[in-house]
């Protein structure tokens, strides 16, 4: 029988070290009883954090649960499924594998340790791109699958002050926001709410801010080349070579203004096959790296190519951009945060009058100028207004869309 010892060495440490002890949001919608689960997201949203306090929550004993990393030396040279093997016959319980995708021939040996022992779970994480139901071990009917997003405006307050606002539906932001608005700001007290939302857009979705500011912008910068150099190449076999074109495209993607998608001029900036356009803006959606907004003719799944794109979140746009918030971007950093936000729960289109359609509203986003012009759009526009505390009307405050999860 293989030997576990240094590998529960590394687990305890680990545990003992967790950056933080309050919970993301995803942490109390997991079905944590079912057999097999897959918790998957962006790198850096705090997934590994979420694996280690659920183990300290229900074991705190590596005899009974065990994690691992994907790519640990001697997980790879002693095999997956020995390690599994090894474990189970210890009397072991639960198997977590944390960063799954790093494990070369991952899907089958996690298949053949699920199949082999009925009695194990076996918890999982990997990278968004991971996809569990591709390719010849469909693990879809085994595994059920969480997707863990950065943290919203919501949950940043709550890591910054400890308030712990209920999430609010988009009708309750649309119908209520008066009333949410009156309650966070009694409930924040001196903290403002402004202010907050400031720091959230620079550095507010990724916990591990939370580890040091001085250090958040090369962690971050360092994580989006693990994404393409990493990643990207090994989930869908995609060349080291072809990673600048990658790099071109969220450049072209990464301006002042929403970027429209035009096959043709993108194939000619970035140098590539029209062919591979799609596929390209379809592995960075998948990456976590960029988002895409459909036309609203056509609904949100109906046709491959979006629309629009934008960059993921307002930290990875001004970390691309080696930019501040200033009065050139913020517009663009509006429209990200809004999409960010959005796209975390709902279908949102393009419906080219306005900014955003979902769900039967239709948005405008901008600053306080934008209240001079609010008759130049439909009736039932919705304006998502910064620099506003408490709105009126249909006039919404921005922040309030941080709130939706």
């Not at 944590?32 to 918790?39: E, F």
């Not at 474990?87 to 340790?113: M, R, T």
């Not at 009708?171 to 209520?176: A, I, P």
Request: proline share 3%; charged share 25%.
């Amino acid at each position: 029988m293989i030997q576990l010892q240094r590998l529960i060495e590394l687990q305890t440490e680990l545990a003992e070290k967790l950056p933080y002890t309050k919970k993301r949001y995803l942490f109390s919608q997991i079905n944590w009883s079912q057999k097999g689960l897959a918790i998957t997201g962006p790198r850096g949203v705090g997934k590994t954090t979420l694996l280690l306090q659920h183990y300290k929550d229900v074991y705190n004993d590596p005899r009974k649960c065990l994690y691992v990393v994907g790519d640990d030396i001697d997980v790879v040279s002693l095999k997956l499924v020995e390690v599994a093997d090894a474990f189970y016959k210890a009397g072991g319980k639960c198997l977590i594998i944390d960063e799954v995708h790093k494990y070369p021939n991952w899907s089958q040996e996690l298949k053949n340790i699920y199949d082999r022992y009925p009695e194990l779970q076996l918890i999982v994480s990997g990278s968004s791109t991971l996809e569990i139901n591709k390719g010849k071990y469909d693990l879809s009917r085994r595994v059920v699958s969480y997707y863990l997003h950065g943290l919203s405006f919501r949950e940043f307050v709550y890591f910054q002050l400890g308030v712990d606002f209920k999430p609010a539906s988009l009708e309750d932001v649309v119908d209520k926001h008066v009333d949410l608005a009156s309650q966070l700001k009694k409930e924040l007290g001196d903290a403002r709410v402004l202010d907050l939302f400031s720091s959230y857009l620079i550095y507010g979705h990724f916990p591990y801010y939370l580890e040091g500011l001085d250090t958040f912008k090369s962690k971050l910068s360092n994580s989006l080349n693990k994404v393409l150099y990493e990643d990207i190449p090994a989930s869908f076999g995609l060349k080291i070579a072809s990673v600048p074109s990658l790099q071109k495209l969220i450049a072209l993607t990464a301006g002042l203004k929403p970027f429209m998608v035009d096959i043709s001029r993108i194939a000619s900036s970035v140098g590539i096959s029209r062919e591979y356009v799609g596929i390209y803006i379809d592995h960075l959606e998948k990456a976590g790296i960029l988002l895409g907004l459909r036309s609203a003719l056509y609904g949100h799944a109906s046709v491959r190519k979006p629309e629009k794109l934008y960059v993921n979140n307002t930290n990875l746009y001004l970390a691309i951009n080696n930019d501040e918030v200033n009065q050139e971007n913020i517009g663009m950093l509006r429209e990200v945060f809004v999409a960010n936000q959005l796209l975390a729960k709902y279908k949102v289109t393009s419906p080219g009058e306005s900014d955003f359609r979902v769900d039967g509203f239709t948005f405008e986003v901008g600053g306080k100028s934008k209240l001079n012009k609010l008759g130049n759009y439909a009736q039932g526009t919705h304006f998502l207004i910064d620099d506003l505390e408490v709105g009126y009307n249909n006039i919404i405050p921005l922040y309030l869309l941080g709130f939706l999860y």
